[in-house]
């Protein structure tokens, strides 16, 4: 018999100097544009009834109607438990509740993260041929393919 013990856990905002750099790189391999973006960005963090964090997500301001998620990203012990289904959703609220209008992200165009974003409502709306390799100095490789492309998706807030 297996035992499921499902993991408790609060979404809370926290200053982007207590954003774990490891989690960050789960989702975005940039250390240089990590630190472009998240000091004037929204953190929140997934926390642990042990006050560890477990995941997290960043939302920077581009104007005073779009606000874009930079980040969203889950420990890999941690992941497939819903709580990156529960951070993103959270994300929608907390844009929703800033007054912005519409909430973007970018991701590439195969992998399990595009179904993902799109069974909770984002729409794509275009791409950007050769992104991944035009902005990063390394290669990004999803099961063992390489990322090219990236897919923009958006989700109306209003
Ligand atoms: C994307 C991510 C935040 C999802 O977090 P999570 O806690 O695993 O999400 P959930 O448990 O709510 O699952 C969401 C969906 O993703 C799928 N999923 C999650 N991790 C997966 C993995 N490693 N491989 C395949 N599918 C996966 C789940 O099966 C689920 O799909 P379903 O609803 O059809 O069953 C997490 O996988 C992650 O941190 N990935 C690495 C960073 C990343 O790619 N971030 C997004 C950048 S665009």
New binding site residues.
Partial sequence: MTITTLMQYTIKLISHTQAPLDLLL???PSVEKINAYLPHSHCYAAITSINQIC?LYVLTPHSSNTIELM??????D???????????KHAIQTARSRHYHTLT????IF???L???Q?LGFTPTYSIPNYFLNHYSKIIYESGKQHHHMTCLSYSLE
């Fill in positions: 789960e989702a975005d995941g980040n969203l990203a889950v420990y890999p941690h992941q497939k438990q819903g709580i990156g289904t529960t951070l993103l992200l970018g991701t590439g992998g399990y993260q179904p993902f974003y069974s």
